[in-house]
C-alpha cells in the first residue's frame, strides 16, 4: 500500500519522538533486529521504527521456550495486545455489531497506526470513518515526573498525530475519540491511602495536550481521560451503538479502587456507564441492570485492595451473601442483568458474585474498577443490541446463535475470572477468610509455582497449570451449573504470565480464539482452540518475517 508523502514527512519527524522513547523500553529480544527486507532495527518505509511500543507487554522478555518474537505487527489494528481482554474479548465483540457499522467504520489503535502506518491504511480502504483509541501509560504511585512515563506520553500522543494525518489524508472523518490513563495508584500519608494529587494533575495536563491536538486537526475535544486501559476498545464499540438505559445497584458506593487514583465505586461506575454510552434510569425501565459487588469500607484493608483478614472476611461474606440474594430474585431479567465483581483488583475474591445461573447478560472481574466495569457494560450492550436485532429479524436460528452467543461470553467470563485468576477460587492461590486452599490453590503449592501472578513459569509449570486450571474450572462450573453441557479449555497466549489466557467454552457459538503460541499449539493439542472452537480461522502474519510464532488465530 502506497503511503502518501505527506504521511510520509510526518512518520519521518515523529519517529524521532518515537525512537527516543523506545530507549527507556526493557530490551527486545536478540531475533527482533531486522525484518525480511533487510532494513535495520525494522525501520519502516514510513520512517518509523517498528519496535515494540511502550506500554504493552511486546516488550516483554518471556521466558517459555519458543514464545519470544513481536507480535504487534501480526495483530488487526484494533487489537491492543495479545491478552484475552484486548484481543479474544475484541474480536469476539466486533463480530457482534451491527454490519453496517463494522462495514463504514474502521476501528485503530492509534499506536498501531503509528507502528504500522501501511496496515493501517489498508484497514481504512473503502470506509467513510474512523474511531481512535489509546491509552495513555499510568504512572501507579509517583508524586512527580520521570522519564518512565513522560517519554512514554510524548510518544502515545506522537502516534495519534499520526493516526489523525493518515485520516485526514485519506479523507476519512475522525467520528470518536477514545482514550484512557493506566493504573495510577493512591499515595500513603497518616498510615492510610490518599488520592493521588499529582495523579490527578497528571490526568488534567494530558487532557490539555489531548485536546489541544484533536484541535489542531479540526475535531472537538473528547470526552474526559479515564482511568483504564484494557476495555477501551470494547468501550469504543459500545459506543457506537445507540444509547441504552442501565439501573445500578452497588453493594458498598463509598468502596475504594485503588489503581483507579482512589475513586470510588460509584465514581467509577459512571464513569463506565458514559464511557460505553448508557444513561441511568431506574430499575422499573432501564433497559440493562447492573449489579455491582465491592469491599465494604470497614472491610476495604488500608484501601489497597488487599485480602480482608479472617474478622473483616466475615463481615463482607455476610453482606454479599445479601447482595446475591437480590440478584437471585431477578429471575427472568438476568437474561438483561450484568454482574461485575470489583471487591480487587485482577480477579474475583471468592465465588459469592457467581451468578445464579449463567444465563446472565454479562459477568466481569478483570482488572481495575475501570477495567472491570468498563468491559463487563460495553459487551452487555453489544449482545443486547445482538438480541434486539435477531429478535426483530424474526430469525429463529440466529436468535439461537444469539442466545448461546451470550451463555458463551458469560461462562467464558466467569472461568476465567474466579475459577483461573480468582484469589480464593483460581489460579492466584491465596486462601482467604477460613484459610482453606482449594484443589488448584493446592495443586499450585504441591509443584512450587511462583506465588505473584505476574511472574514467568518454565514450559512445564505453564503447561501443568493451564491443564490443572482446565480441569478445576469445568468440574466448578458444572458442580454449579449443571445444565452446562461443555467444558471450559484455557489456552496460553504468546507470553507466559499465568493470568494471561485465552477462555474457551465448548458449546460456544463464536469462534474467534485471538492470539495462540503456535509452539505450545503444536507440542500440545489441548491447546488448540479448533478443538473446541470448531471454524476458528488460522491467519499468519501480513509480514512472515515478523515473529517467531508466525501464526495467529481468528480474524
Request: proline fraction near 6%; aromatic fraction near 6%.
Amino acid at each position: 500500500m502506497f503511503t502518501p508523502p505527506a504521511i510520509l514527512r510526518l512518520c519521518a519527524s515523529l519517529s524521532l519522538v518515537l525512537s527516543a522513547c523506545v530507549t527507556d523500553m526493557d530490551s527486545p529480544s536478540d531475533d527482533e533486529g531486522t525484518l525480511a527486507d533487510g532494513k535495520a532495527d525494522g525501520a519502516t518505509a514510513a520512517g518509523l521504527r517498528r519496535q515494540p511500543l511502550p506500554n504493552n507487554q511486546d516488550a516483554q522478555l518471556n521466558a517459555v521456550p519458543g514464545l519470544g518474537g513481536r507480535y504487534l505487527d501480526a495483530l488487526p489494528p484494533y487489537v491492543f495486545s495479545p491478552r484475552r481482554q484486548t484481543d479474544q474479548m475484541v474480536r469476539q465483540a466486533i463480530s457482534l455489531l451491527p454490519p453496517e457499522l463494522t462495514r463504514d467504520v474502521a476501528f485503530l489503535h492509534a499506536q498501531r497506526v503509528a507502528q504500522d502506518p501501511e496496515g493501517a491504511a489498508l484497514a481504512l480502504a473503502g470506509k467513510r470513518e474512523a474511531v481512535l483509541v489509546g491509552s495513555l501509560k499510568g504512572i501507579n504511585g509517583a508524586t512527580k515526573d520521570d522519564p518512565s512515563f513522560t517519554r512514554v506520553h510524548d510518544q502515545e500522543l506522537a502516534a495519534l498525530e499520526v493516526a489523525l494525518a493518515l485520516c485526514r489524508d485519506r479523507g476519512i472523518r475522525v467520528r470518536d475519540v477514545l482514550y484512557g490513563m493506566g493504573d495510577s495508584s493512591p499515595t500513603r500519608a497518616g498510615g492510610r491511602y490518599v488520592p493521588n494529587a499529582f495523579a490527578l494533575a497528571k490526568r488534567d495536563q494530558l487532557e490539555g495536550r489531548l485536546g489541544a491536538l484533536l484541535t489542531r486537526y479540526g475535531y472537538a475535544r473528547p470526552e474526559p481521560l479515564t482511568w483504564g486501559a484494557d476495555e477501551l476498545m470494547l468501550a469504543a464499540f459500545a459506543a457506537q451503538l445507540p444509547t441504552r438505559t442501565v439501573s445500578l445497584t452497588l453493594e458498598s458506593p463509598g468502596s475504594r479502587s485503588f489503581y483507579d487514583s482512589d475513586a470510588t465505586a460509584e465514581e467509577v461506575t459512571l464513569e463506565a456507564v458514559n464511557k460505553v454510552g448508557l444513561a441511568v434510569a431506574d430499575d422499573a425501565s432501564a433497559d440493562l441492570h447492573l449489579h455491582l459487588f465491592s469491599l465494604l469500607p470497614q472491610a476495604n484493608t488500608a484501601g489497597d485492595q488487599t485480602f480482608p483478614d479472617a474478622t473483616e472476611y466475615a463481615a463482607q461474606r455476610a453482606a454479599d451473601q445479601a447482595f446475591a440474594a437480590g440478584i437471585a430474585r431477578r429471575g427472568a431479567a438476568l437474561a438483561r442483568t450484568v454482574i461485575v465483581d470489583a471487591r480487587l483488583n485482577n480477579g474475583a475474591l471468592d465465588a459469592a458474585a457467581l451468578p445464579p445461573s449463567p444465563d446472565v447478560l454479562g459477568f466481569g472481574s478483570w482488572g481495575t474498577g475501570g477495567n472491570n466495569l468498563g468491559q463487563a457494560l460495553a459487551m452487555a450492550k453489544i449482545v443486547a443490541a445482538a438480541e434486539d436485532r435477531a429478535r426483530t429479524a424474526g430469525d429463529a436460528a440466529t436468535i439461537e446463535r444469539v442466545t448461546r452467543t451470550r451463555r458463551q461470553l458469560a461462562v467464558e467470563a466467569i472461568a476465567h475470572d474466579v475459577f483461573f485468576i480468582g484469589y480464593a477460587g483460581g489460579a492466584s492461590g491465596a486462601s482467604v477468610g477460613d484459610g482453606r486452599p482449594n484443589d488448584l490453590a493446592r495443586w499450585l503449592r504441591d509443584h512450587a509455582l511462583p506465588v505473584a501472578p505476574g511472574q514467568k513459569l518454565t514450559e512445564a509449570q505453564l503447561v501443568g497449570l493451564y491443564r490443572e486450571a482446565s480441569r478445576h474450572a469445568t468440574a466448578q462450573l458444572r458442580a454449579r451449573f449443571p445444565s452446562l453441557a461443555g467444558r471450559i479449555q484455557f489456552v496460553p497466549q504468546p507470553f507466559n504470565r499465568r493470568f494471561e489466557a485465552i477462555s474457551i467454552y465448548s458449546e460456544g457459538a463464536l469462534p474467534q480464539a485471538g492470539s495462540v503460541s503456535s509452539e505450545l499449539v503444536a507440542n500440545y493439542p489441548e491447546f488448540r482452540p479448533g478443538a473446541t472452537y470448531r471454524s476458528y480461522v488460522v491467519s499468519p502474519p501480513r509480514d512472515a518475517a515478523v515473529g517467531s510464532n508466525g501464526r495467529f488465530f481468528g480474524p
